[in-house]
């Protein structure tokens, strides 16, 4: 559903991600794991056109769309729900869904998934809990029909019950047929979800296999972590 080629994308001037590849398959949870300041989050900004891509192809179910602007990228069926939460603040939940929705849709899907929204609906989304804000980008993002769904940092400062719930979307998403991409912190949630995994240190791929094997072996996960894999290891 998304190939990643042979990618490098530049932060002000400086070079962060080199050269990685990767692939989101259609119905699969992909985990991007690393430690911080490793480009996981400027390789996503990459793949949805947030930043543009120096080198490199990027292909969405057999589209080339490296060279397109972001909203065209999205209008194709790649949605980005970045680390930071935006959400229209002083707007409704219910019109924070409304504004994502394509015409004659309904936010009833997202309901379904985050029936907690349902009792929050009338509320201004500036009011929300942390992890009430997470569900409603999500399901904005999802009102998009996309194809592969990108997500920085799902769990970042939310209770385990949170996350639990988030986690337990994703995964339905993707048992739905989405291709997820998920950038997160904590590497055993990730790596419960996911299906394949890749890790990156220093602006490159260093890791890609399996997820619950990963997950299994705590030693290689932290060699990995702390840099100790000269080159890209494969499972």
């Not at 990228?73 to 959400?87: D, F, K, P, S, Y």
């Not at 996309?146 to 939310?158: A, C, N, R, T, Y």
Request: glycine share 12%; charged share 25%; hydrophobic share 45%.
């Amino acid at each position: 559903m998304l190939s990643v080629e042979d990618v490098s994308v530049d932060r002000s001037g400086l070079p962060i991600v080199r050269g990685v590849s990767l692939r989101v398959d259609e119905g699969s949870v992909t985990a991007l794991l690393g430690a911080n300041g490793a480009g996981k989050t400027t390789l996503l900004e990459g793949v949805s056109g947030a930043l543009p891509v120096s080198s490199g192809a990027i292909t969405l179910a057999g589209e080339r769309v490296e060279r397109l602007r972001a909203w065209r990228r999205a209008r194709a069926g790649l949605a980005h729900v970045e680390q930071n939460r935006t959400v229209f603040r002083e707007m409704s939940t219910l019109d924070n869904l409304r504004a994502a929705c394509r015409r004659g849709d309904t936010p009833d899907r997202v309901f379904e998934l985050f029936p907690e929204l349902r009792k929050q609906v009338a509320a201004p989304a500036g009011l929300l809990s942390g992890g009430e804000q997470q569900m409603l980008v999500v399901g904005r993002a999802l009102l998009g029909r996309p194809k592969v769904l990108l997500i920085d940092e799902m769990s970042l400062g939310l209770a385990p019950i949170v996350v639990a719930r988030l986690a337990a979307a994703v995964r339905a998403l993707a048992d739905d047929g989405v291709g997820v991409l998920l950038v997160e912190q904590f590497a055993t949630l990730a790596l419960g979800l996911a299906d394949r995994a890749y890790v990156m240190a220093r602006g490159r791929i260093v890791f890609s296999g399996d997820g619950g094997g990963l997950r299994g072996d705590e030693d290689l996960l932290r060699s990995l972590y702390l840099g100790d894999t000269p080159s890209e290891t494969g499972v």
